[in-house]
């Protein structure tokens, strides 16, 4: 499992989502550090993580990772915060798990069903000629699918940085196994379950998300317990990408306050 401490001070740990890595954070991170020891990791199969057969990357076995994470890192009651899948993975942790968070950040994340997007129900629909694909066409796909996540244009350096842990055979299987294991039965768990998590929480949503509709930022909020719910304007799915500086505010905030608490 590949993972990275920068910073000194209360810990943070970032969670990612699919199909991006712990690169994803990277700006977030760097502010974040000025105050914080913040944790970021590449869930098992993505980035720089081990990418195998027969590996259990679905987002219960994740946060069962997660929490394993957490004793290696000795840390008993961090602030979290998870986009995407890694919102699932943060809650599953939290709530099915069993384990404490200071306080909690939600990023465009992925709860309440349906959340696969269309491009990925035709992955899993068509499964065999994704697996054939040649690299070239397969990446190109991918390319066209991050490319939506995000209302800024990235930088072509940036696009492929998100591009590269998927590349080569490797690379082209890890992705679709992925794919094969999202299962929404995994978030459908935790919907009843909002009302018990025990955290500080703020839902932070992408104003022009294509993926996640943004209405859903208020619906999570409704449904978690003194939770609120901010919208970063102008950004998409990877709000952290599109407006990394608006991310680390109000994550900082919500860290702060956590700290505060524990």
Not at 9 to 27: D, F, K, Q
Not at 28 to 52: E, I, K, N, P
Request: proline share 7%; with cysteine; hydrophobic share 45%.
């Amino acid at each position: 499992m590949a993972w990275e401490r920068t910073g000194a001070g209360p810990p943070l740990v970032l969670v990612h989502g699919t199909p991006t890595w712990s690169y994803a954070w990277r700006a977030v991170a760097r502010t974040l550090s000025r105050r914080f020891a913040v944790y970021r990791w590449d869930l098992l199969g993505y980035g720089d993580s081990d990418q195998g057969e027969g590996q259990d990357v679905s987002i219960a076995a994740q946060a069962r990772y997660l929490g394993e994470l957490l004793d290696v890192w000795e840390l008993e009651r961090p602030a979290v915060a998870g986009h995407d899948i890694g919102g699932a993975v943060v809650l599953r942790t939290h709530l099915c798990e069993g384990r404490p968070f200071a306080a909690i950040g939600l990023v465009d994340a992925v709860v309440f069903r349906p959340w696969i997007t269309p491009t990925t129900v035709h992955m899993r629909e068509h499964m065999g000629a994704y697996a054939t694909m040649p690299p070239h066409i397969y990446e190109e796909v991918v390319r066209a699918h991050l490319r939506t996540a995000m209302a800024v244009a990235p930088a072509p350096d940036v696009l492929e940085a998100y591009v590269r842990p998927w590349r080569g055979p490797v690379g082209q299987r890890a992705y679709l196994r992925k794919v094969e294991q999202l299962d929404e039965r995994q978030t459908a768990e935790l919907e009843a379950r909002l009302g018990d998590v025990a955290a500080p929480v703020r839902v932070i949503w992408g104003q022009h998300d294509a993926w996640l509709d943004p209405a859903l930022a208020t619906r999570l909020a409704t449904a978690i317990p003194g939770a609120r719910a901010h919208v970063v304007p102008g950004a998409g799915h990877f709000a952290m990408e599109d407006d990394p500086d608006a991310v680390a505010s109000l994550l900082g905030e919500l860290a702060e306050q956590g700290s505060e608490r524990a």
